[in-house]
């Protein structure tokens, strides 16, 4: 049974910074995409930023050049680092790890969330 666990969320100033970070464990398939998403109440999920097993990344236009998101394959771990916060920030952050198959990468595993609250 793989488990994935969001932490460090928390109330930030616009902008200010914030790191996330998601532990996973149990029997993960490599190769894997691991990724972030978000959902604010009302809106649909985003997917916010992707990181492969060799490292590839990849973001949403609304977060790039302010978000980085790295992992640690060793670890089994994978990090969101989020500069120069804004208000429309605000969600509820899940780390997900999925498998690419040469189509959509399809999600298999979710973590329950982190908030995260960026104030004006």
């Known amino acids: 049974q793989v488990q994935l666990v969001e932490s460090g969320g928390g109330l930030v100033q616009a902008g200010g910074s914030l790191g996330l970070s998601c532990a996973a464990s149990g029997s993960i398939f490599r190769p894997n995409v691991m990724g972030w998403f978000r959902q604010a109440p009302g809106k649909q999920r985003e997917l916010v930023a992707t990181?492969?097993?060799?490292?590839?990344?990849a973001y949403a236009d609304s977060v790039k050049g302010r978000f980085t998101i790295s992992r640690d394959n060793a670890k089994n771990t994978v990090n969101l680092q989020m500069n120069s916060l804004k208000p429309e920030d605000t969600s509820l952050y899940y780390c997900?790890?999925?498998?690419?198959?040469?189509?959509?990468?399809?999600?298999?595993?979710w973590g329950q969330g982190t908030q995260v609250t960026v104030s004006s």
């Open positions: 997900a790890v999925g498998v690419n198959r040469g189509g959509p990468v399809r999600w298999d595993y």
């Open positions: 990181i492969t097993s060799g490292g590839n990344t």
